[in-house]
């Protein structure tokens, strides 16, 4: 559904669903966001709702049921298989594993789905293009994702592949439901089609020579005889639902492009391809086979299904639906604003809470293009730098929302300068002194230590602040906030000097072992804070600070609080958490950077996606 995205980037958007149940430690945090107060989507008065009460079945449904609580669920896009994985499904994908991360820390009961959309004409074109089989190209392409996000720490919980039987058979009900409601129905249409957007265009949205505005290629007239679904049918009711829910698209601005293309008049759209053998049959016609996007949308729900479990509606809706947000680029935006909603308001299914559009990214200010021989490869950044790095630069130097650039030289700079210089760093050279004076043994407790301290009060604002910013999915500020504990923590040590004062012994050094201590509180509550942008980065400085494993996984965001580390606690040996990148040299490819950055695998929080691999 989504190599339909462009190469994308985004910010600010605010998702606590208030119904979750919150660790009991987290009571400090605020409930109030800054959105307006009704994030729970509602359907409109006409529109019924599938019961949510519970059946049989075990797994995620019945912890939701033990728990009384409504999961957070978060989607990428389900991404097009025409095409190995490039930069803007990578860094969409980083972007929602890094919110996952975040609402784990707060309790929440996370189900992040990812997963690929594999029907289609360009597909069946790209399988025969590579002389294989539909479904064997869409094997290896899913799989290609897979890996990648592997390499990308990406710990997702669900992946689903619109192959999977399960899926096809939520599609052929969902489509029996709408069909019942009288919301299908046959006819003839002729117009332009798109074949890279599997979708008929509007003449007057083309450029010149009919291009599609987002391929630049010419759409081809097209007649058919297919099914057809009654959107105009709901204009009214999407209308009435966008006024009253004035969240439901963000960022904000993007909603004002999907009210105006309301406004303008929906037209019904064709949900079925009689030319297309590589498809969902219809139910009721063996001869057509369900358009893609009717198809794919569907993902989203029977993701949510365990894999023994019936393949329903009812099912899929009591594990869990409705989303509490899609992430998505921003020219798919229309498909998953407008289509969607009211699909699902025929079928009687609650809307999603939020959907979120980013905008798209470019390179040294160029847009991407393979005939531009100018794209971003995601696995050789990964092989050159690591996944911290690449993780990092995204959400950290692209405002989150709107459209960014990516340039080599800025990428090594910004790395090199926050995780090296300003983190890496300042955590090894105060174990250094830790170790050389103290035997690397805490002399007191970080809450003793830091008495009438400017600086823990410091770090307290600055881990409020990206609290702040994360529950807004403003991840930048998020970033930018934790890094500011870094760089206080470097001006106390320049200021306090406490190599200096262990020279001078006596009181002197006592306040020295003090200094140490405060610092290596402030590195514990950014390995926390940090850890859903560099997850792994973030367990190699948890690790050096003495904890387990099993310790590390076990941390909320309530750990932030000052106070963690205690007298007589033992520091790993100081070693680098964060090699500096090189500079390349003619016939280097910089791999020994990622290879020094890569965590020790664990069973974990920062490998369980190692598990959902194979799935």
């Excluded at 107060?37 to 019945?62: E, F, I, Q």
């Excluded at 297919?226 to 959107?231: A, I, P, T, W």
């Excluded at 309530?558 to 003619?586: C, H, N, S």
Aim: hydrophobic letters at 40%.
């Amino acid at each position: 559904m989504a190599a339909r995205m462009h190469y994308a980037l985004q910010n600010a958007l605010c998702l606590l669903n208030p119904q979750c149940s919150i660790n009991p430690k987290l009571k400090f945090i605020r409930n109030g966001l800054h959105f307006r107060p009704n994030l729970l989507l509602s359907l409109p008065k006409d529109a019924a709702t599938l019961c949510s009460c519970a059946a049989d079945s075990r797994g995620t449904k019945a912890k939701h049921q033990e728990t009384g609580s409504q999961p957070f669920v978060l989607t990428t896009p389900l991404y097009y298989v025409n095409a190995p994985p490039h930069m803007g499904s990578a860094y969409t994908t980083i972007a929602a594993d890094a919110i996952a991360r975040f609402q784990r820390l707060l309790g929440k009961n996370v189900i992040f789905i990812t997963g690929t959309d594999e029907h289609g004409e360009k597909i069946a074109a790209a399988a025969a293009a590579s002389g294989s089989s539909p479904s064997e190209h869409c094997d290896t392409i899913s799989q290609a994702y897979k890996l990648l996000w592997k390499e990308l720490d990406i710990a997702y919980d669900k992946f689903i592949r619109t192959t999977d039987p399960k899926h096809e058979a939520i599609v052929k009900e969902f489509y029996s439901r709408v069909l019942a409601n009288g919301d299908i129905y046959r006819a003839d249409y002729e117009g332009l089609y798109c074949i890279n957007c599997e979708e008929y265009k509007d003449e007057k949205e083309l450029l010149d020579n009919k291009c599609c505005p987002v391929h630049l290629k010419p759409c081809a007239l097209r007649k058919e005889n297919n099914y057809f679904f009654s959107l105009s049918k709901y204009q009214k009711q999407l209308e009435e639902f966008l006024l009253q829910n004035p969240d439901f698209v963000q960022p904000a601005y993007r909603l004002n492009e999907v009210q105006s293309w309301i406004k303008s008049g929906l037209r019904d759209f064709s949900i079925s391809r009689a030319s297309v053998d590589w498809g969902i049959p219809v139910p009721h016609d063996r001869n057509q086979t369900i358009y893609v996007w009717f198809d794919a949308l569907l993902g989203y729900m029977s993701a949510l299904l365990e894999d023994k479990e019936h393949p329903s509606l009812q099912n899929a809706v009591s594990s869990g639906w409705p989303a509490s947000l899609h992430l998505i680029g921003k020219d798919i935006l229309r498909f998953h604003a407008v289509y969607w909603p009211a699909m699902l308001m025929a079928a009687g299914l609650s809307l999603p809470r939020i959907v979120f559009g980013h905008g798209f990214l470019t390179k040294d200010g160029m847009k991407m293009g393979k005939s531009l021989g100018n794209t971003i490869e995601p696995n050789e950044l990964v092989q050159r730098y690591g996944a911290d790095a690449v993780r990092y630069f995204f959400l950290r130097e692209v405002e989150f929302g709107g459209d960014g650039d990516y340039s080599e030289d800025r990428f090594v700079n910004i790395v090199n300068a926050h995780l090296a210089n300003t983190i890496g760093n300042l955590l090894n050279r105060t174990l250094g002194l830790l170790k050389k004076n103290c035997e690397s043994t805490l002399a007191v407790d970080s809450a003793v230590a830091a008495e009438g301290s400017e600086f823990k009060d410091n770090v307290e604002n600055l881990v409020e602040k990206a609290l702040v910013h994360y529950e807004n999915v403003s991840l930048s500020s998020a970033c930018e906030a934790v890094l500011e504990i870094g760089n206080a923590g470097n001006v106390y040590m320049d200021e306090h000097a406490p190599w200096s004062l262990f020279k001078q012994g006596g009181a002197a050094s006592i306040a020295a072992s003090k200094d140490l201590v405060i610092i290596l509180e402030a590195m514990r509550i950014i390995a926390i804070a940090l850890s859903p942008v560099a997850p792994s980065l973030c367990w190699r400085i948890y690790s050096q600070l003495g904890y387990s494993e099993d310790q590390f996984n076990a941390v909320t965001w309530y750990d932030t609080k000052w106070g963690g580390l205690k007298a007589g606690q033992v520091m790993a040996q100081p070693k680098p958490v964060f090699a500096r990148i090189e500079p390349k040299t003619e016939g280097e490819d910089g791999g020994e950077a990622a290879a020094a950055n890569k965590a020790p695998k664990t069973k974990g929080r920062i490998s369980r996606v190692q598990n959902a691999v194979g799935a």
